[in-house]
């Protein structure tokens, strides 16, 4: 099974590419513009949310075969629920918006060290996937165990985290690319979006 993982993971390497991205995108607009209100933050991140599970469903759907692809599904669900959510409340207490990017992050980095878990076996640089589970996760942490951080001190922490995720989804996403350019573990065939 983590054989049929890694094969959706490297036909769709360029879906964790738009993910990073669009989260350097959506932190570097956040550390720029910090006097933002938190409104426009949260709705920033709904995009973000949408953006990034719309991929990777684009991602789960976009396979061959009878390949397991519960876990791109229930990331992508999330993200996408998540987002959709944001938008429909946007008027929510910061506090509200704050767990919900908590609880989020949370989820989302416990999927993606259970699936670089699985890969390690697979393939060689799963610690990616597994340093972005684990910076997602660690961030969702802080944020539940802090959650009376002043609003500049927040908005910088959550640009901060965005951008090293992104770089290291980006990392992965190109990690993989690399693998199917290289030849490595040739057992999985691959097709890539032109």
Same mark, same amino acid.
């Given at each position: *099974?983590?054989?049929? *993982?890694?094969g959706?993971?490297?036909r769709?390497w360029?879906t ?9 995108a ?9 006097? *933002?209100?938190?409104?426009?933050l949260?709705?920033?991140?709904g ?18 075969g009878?390949?397991?692809?519960? /876990?791109?599904?229930?990331?992508? =669900?999330m #993200?996408?629920?998540? =987002?959709v ?6 008027r929510?207490?910061?506090l ?9 992050a949370i989820l #989302? ?10 890969l ?7 610690f990616?996937?597994?340093?972005? =589970?684990?910076l #997602?996760?660690l961030?969702?942490?802080v ?7 002043g609003?500049?001190?927040? /908005? ?8 090293l ?8 996403? *190109?990690?993989?690319k690399?693998?199917?350019?290289d030849?490595?573990?040739?057992d ?7």
């Amino acid at each position: *099974m983590p054989a049929a *993982m890694l094969g959706v993971l490297r036909r769709n390497w360029w879906t964790l590419v738009l993910r990073g991205v669009c989260a350097i995108a959506f932190g570097l607009f956040a550390w720029f513009w910090p006097q *933002m209100t938190v409104l426009v933050l949260l709705l920033a991140w709904g995009t973000l949310a949408c953006l990034g599970g719309v991929v990777t469903l684009v991602g789960a759907f976009a396979r061959d075969g009878g390949e397991p692809r519960w /876990i791109l599904l229930l990331e992508g =669900g999330m #993200s996408l629920v998540a =987002g959709v959510v944001a938008f429909c409340y946007p008027r929510a207490t910061a506090l509200l918006a704050l767990y919900l990017l908590a609880i989020w992050a949370i989820l #989302s980095g416990i999927l993606e060290i259970v699936a670089a878990w699985r890969l390690r076996a697979e393939v060689r640089g799963e610690f990616w996937l597994g340093l972005a =589970g684990v910076l #997602s996760l660690l961030f969702g942490l802080v944020l539940l165990l802090r959650p009376g951080a002043g609003a500049l001190a927040l /908005i910088w922490l959550i640009s901060s985290f965005s951008v090293l995720y992104g770089v290291v989804l980006i990392a992965w996403g *190109m990690h993989l690319k690399r693998l199917r350019a290289d030849g490595a573990q040739a057992d999985v065939v691959l097709r890539v979006p032109q």
